[in-house]
């Protein structure tokens, strides 16, 4: 298929830059990951001018733990207080939220917040999908053993087990701050994704960033290893 005409359903970004945003600014790093919030809120408000049915976001990795405990402390209330501010408006906008990663090792009172979040946008037409507490090669491990316990192991039964079941393909993934490598997200997803990485740090990342990616997107050939 040739770029023309061509729309990305699902794309994925890797949020980074937040610290380095921080520090060009003489603050702490919270500030930055304050204003990284801010920057996927208005995202998600901007989806429904897109062809984007799904947006998959990188927000805790599992190596993310190794973080300074303050630092991860701060991560967290964030969380905590995007679920209850943004909720409503997602099921307003009639987004569904989608999580990958195992949160369920996230503290009981997040978890109890995801669930409730989980089942209040259920019925959502387009998709966030938030990959918490999420490593790839764990994933595909996960995967595979599921795969395993229930017969033969394939390119299908392991795909059938993988956080991503059920999204649509991956099409495009985005990476911001000038970093050009995957970090252990989405590697099995992205095996014929387009890829993008951008020299913006993240909490400068805007609505119009995305659209001119979708535009570039649209423009890509995709020929998935033929010719």
Not at 86 to 107: M, Q, R, S, T, Y
Not at 156 to 165: D, F, G, N, Q, V
Not at 185 to 192: G, H, K, S, T, V
Request: glycine share 8%; hydrophobic share 40%.
């Amino acid at each position: 298929m040739n770029g023309e005409g061509q729309h990305a359903r699902h794309v994925a970004i890797i949020m980074d830059g937040n610290g380095r945003w921080a520090k060009r600014k003489h603050l702490p790093r919270v500030m930055g990951h304050r204003k990284g919030v801010e920057a996927v809120r208005e995202l998600v408000r901007s989806l429904k001018d897109t062809s984007i049915e799904c947006l998959t976001l990188y927000a805790f990795s599992s190596e993310n733990w190794k973080r300074p405990e303050e630092e991860v402390d701060d991560l967290m209330n964030l969380m905590r207080k995007f679920i209850k501010s943004d909720l409503p408006e997602f099921i307003a906008n009639d987004v569904k939220l989608h999580i990958l990663g195992d949160w369920k090792g996230l503290a009981p009172d997040i978890v109890g917040m995801l669930e409730d979040a989980l089942a209040q946008t259920a019925s959502g037409s387009r998709t966030l999908a938030v990959a918490l507490n999420y490593g790839s090669q764990a994933e595909i491990a996960h995967a595979a053993q599921a795969a395993a316990a229930e017969g033969e192991i394939t390119e299908e039964s392991i795909a059938r087990h993988l956080y991503s079941a059920g999204l649509p393909p991956l099409d495009l993934l985005i990476r911001t701050s000038g970093e050009v490598r995957l970090s252990n997200f989405l590697l099995w997803q992205a095996a014929y994704a387009e890829m993008l990485f951008l020299d913006v740090l993240w909490p400068d990342f805007t609505p119009d960033h995305l659209k001119s990616a979708l535009i570039e997107y649209g423009e890509r050939e995709r020929r998935f290893g033929g010719r």
